[in-house]
């Protein structure tokens, strides 16, 4: 397995535009994160699925974000209209979704510039 | 809501000079607390898990101690390859997904 996959690597958008990110999790794991992340800053939750299903969505996240998780595989992260605010790297992480928390493997990210 | 203070922001420190980074939390009811390194552009990289007070991890030269307030990450005789951030999450007991980050301490370690 060769971790957690994430495509694009950079993306540079005008502002108005429509995004989509790609993340292929590790296979075994049935939980899967999406997280956004500043300079400077903690990565900040925006939701997670455990298999297809979303199960909690970041109050802070507009409705111009929705992701998806089909067949409980690969998983996308639409922006729509986006934003200069929405310039930041876009993580995505998984897991095994177990009794007792386990730690997240995270992929390389998606950096944003929305300009 | 969960919240996750680490201190220093940053953290200068020789080859081989010991030190501690912090990590105060608070959430109702702690489920798991996580310690990750990031380096510049890369996504952050899981260290440790630590479930409850009085438990400690080590790997190499860190070694990760649980209260019921805070965490420490002792790094021991640290060397340049341990420059990074150290980032610090809480997952809280009645969410068993979503963990809380705080916002690192960049450790630099010169030569």
């Known amino acids: 397995d060769t971790g957690v996959s994430q495509d694009p690597r950079h993306k540079i958008t005008k502002r108005g535009q429509n995004v989509t990110f790609r993340c292929d999790p590790i296979?075994?794991?049935?939980?899967l994160y999406w997280y956004r992340q500043t300079l400077g800053q903690g990565p900040e939750f925006l939701t997670y699925?455990?298999?297809?299903?979303?199960?909690?969505k970041s109050r802070l996240l507009s409705d111009r974000f929705s992701a998806e998780r089909p067949k409980g595989s690969f998983s996308t992260l639409e922006i729509q209209r986006t934003e200069q605010g929405d310039s930041a790297m876009y993580l995505c992480a998984s897991s095994l979704g177990l009794d007792r928390p386990y730690g997240y493997t995270f992929g390389s990210g998606t950096r944003l510039t929305v300009v | 809501e969960d919240q996750v203070t680490q201190s220093p922001e940053a953290l200068r420190l020789q080859e081989g000079e010991s030190s501690s980074l912090n990590c105060s939390y608070t959430?109702?009811?702690?489920?798991?607390l996580f310690w990750y390194r990031q380096d510049p552009g890369k996504g952050p990289e899981f260290l440790f898990t630590?479930?409850?007070a009085g438990e400690e991890k080590e790997k190499e030269r860190l070694k990760a101690t649980l209260t019921k307030k805070e965490s420490f990450l002792h790094i021991t005789a640290p060397k340049p390859e341990d420059s990074a951030t150290y980032l610090c999450?809480?997952?809280?007991?009645?969410?068993?997904?979503?963990?809380?980050f705080g916002d690192g301490t960049t450790l630099t370690v010169k030569p």
């Open positions: 959430v109702s009811g702690l489920r798991g």
């Open positions: 699925f455990q298999n297809e299903a979303q199960l909690e």
């Open positions: 296979s075994e794991h049935n939980r």
């Open positions: 630590l479930y409850s």
């Open positions: 999450a809480v997952q809280e007991g009645t969410n068993a997904g979503k963990s809380t």
